[in-house]
Nanobody
């Protein structure tokens, strides 16, 4: 059984910062990559940020480049998403994902981020 612990969401004013944390656990689980997604108003899933846990290869959605940073924690299967200069359009539920092999992706329960003045 795969378990997600997501934290760090909340409410901030425009220009503010938040850091999301995602930790994944599960017996006999090998996670190769982790990331964060959000769903646009048109219900399209948008990659916010992702990274390979074996190295430092990262990928970002165009709308967050230069503002968000994904990093790996010291604990196994843990990633952080540092979000700076948050804007109202960043308001969404952020879902942590964990890839176990080429065809299996697990999803967390999501954490709400709200940016408003």
């Amino acid at each position: 059984q795969v378990q997600f612990v997501e934290s760090g969401g909340g409410s901030v004013q425009p220009g503010g910062s938040l850091r999301l944390t995602c930790a994944v656990s599960g017996s006999s689980l090998y996670i190769s990559a982790m990331g964060w997604y959000r769903q646009s108003p048109g219900n399209q899933w948008e990659l916010v940020a992702g990274m390979l846990l074996s190295g430092e290869i990262t990928k970002y959605g165009d709308s967050v480049k230069g503002r968000f940073t994904i990093s790996r924690g010291d604990a196994k299967n843990t990633v952080y998403l540092q979000m700076n200069n948050l804007q109202p359009e960043d308001s969404d539920v952020y879902y942590c994902t964990a890839e176990a092999g080429a065809t299996t992706t697990y999803w967390g329960q999501g954490t709400q981020v709200t940016v408003s003045s």
